[in-house]
C-alpha cells in the first residue's frame, strides 16, 4: 500500500508563474490537509478538506487554492507563485475529520520560488 | 487564541532518559498530539492524550496535564535514530491541527 503520496518531489519555480503539488491517497481517508513547513515555525495548514466535494481554509491560504473532485485526490495550485511561497508542503490525511484523529503525512514537496 | 511553546533544541547522551516539554492554551480542549520528524521526512505519529496521566508506549511515554495546559514526551534507552524533531500539536476550535515550532533532540554518543 502506498499511503499517501506527493508530486513533484522536489520543484524550482520562477516567481509568477502557475503550478499545481499533487496528492494522492489511497487509505479511503475523508479528511486530507495541505501544510507548509518553514525553519523555525511549526506546520502551517493552508487548506483542508473533511470529505470530498468540500474544502475550507486553513491559516495561511493566500495565493492558494485547492479542489477535492473525489476522495483520492487533494491538489493545491499556486496560481501565480511568490519567493515568500518557498517552502515544504506536505500533504496529510486522516480516516476522519474532528481533529482527535492521527494525520498520516506524504513525503513533502520541496519548492523554491526564484 | 492558541499557542504552543516547547523548546527548540535539546541534547541527551546514548542511553539516557530525556523529557520534551509543551506549553499550550487553547480556548477548548480536544487532545494534544505528539509527532516525531526526521530531518527531510514527514511527521510521522507518536501518541495522542486526551486524559490527564502518562501513557507508556514502549520507550516512550507521553503525560498530559489539562489544568496546567502542560505535557511531556519521555523517551527512555536514547539510542542515536532518535535523533529528530518533535512536534507537539493541539486541535483548534474548527477541530484544525495547530502544531508547535518542534524540539530538536541531539543524541551524543
Known amino acids: 500500500t502506498a499511503g499517501i503520496t506527493q508530486a513533484p518531489t522536489s520543484q524550482i519555480l520562477a516567481a509568477g508563474r502557475s503550478m499545481t503539488l499533487r496528492c494522492t491517497q489511497d487509505m479511503r481517508h475523508n479528511a486530507m490537509y495541505w501544510y507548509r513547513q518553514d525553519l523555525g515555525l511549526g506546520l502551517r495548514l493552508i487548506h483542508y478538506s473533511n470529505t470530498a466535494g468540500t474544502t475550507g481554509k486553513g491559516e495561511v491560504p493566500d495565493g492558494y487554492s485547492v479542489s477535492r473532485a473525489n476522495t483520492d485526490d487533494f491538489p493545491l495550485t499556486l496560481a501565480s507563485a511568490v519567493p515568500s511561497q518557498t517552502s515544504v508542503y506536505f500533504c496529510?490525511?486522516?480516516?476522519?475529520?474532528?481533529?482527535?484523529?492521527?494525520?498520516?503525512f506524504g513525503p513533502g514537496t520541496r519548492l523554491t520560488v526564484l | 487564541g492558541q499557542n504552543i511553546d516547547q523548546p527548540t533544541e535539546m541534547t541527551a547522551t546514548e542511553g539516557a532518559i530525556v523529557q520534551i516539554n509543551c506549553t499550550y492554551q487553547?480556548?477548548?480542549?480536544?487532545?494534544l498530539f505528539w509527532y516525531q520528524q526526521h530531518a527531510g521526512e514527514a511527521p510521522t505519529f507518536l501518541s495522542y492524550n486526551v486524559l490527564d496521566g502518562l501513557e507508556e508506549k514502549g520507550r516512550f511515554s507521553s503525560f498530559l496535564s489539562r489544568s496546567k495546559g502542560y505535557s511531556y514526551l519521555l523517551l527512555k534507552e536514547l539510542q542515536m535514530k532518535d535523533s529528530a524533531s518533535y512536534l507537539c500539536?493541539?486541535?483548534?476550535?474548527?477541530?484544525?491541527?495547530?502544531w508547535g515550532a518542534g524540539t530538536k533532540l541531539i543524541i551524543k554518543p
Open positions: 487553547t480556548s477548548g480542549f480536544n487532545g
Open positions: 500539536a493541539v486541535p483548534d476550535s474548527n477541530y484544525q491541527l495547530i
Open positions: 496529510a490525511s486522516s480516516p476522519e475529520s474532528g481533529g482527535y484523529n492521527e494525520q498520516f
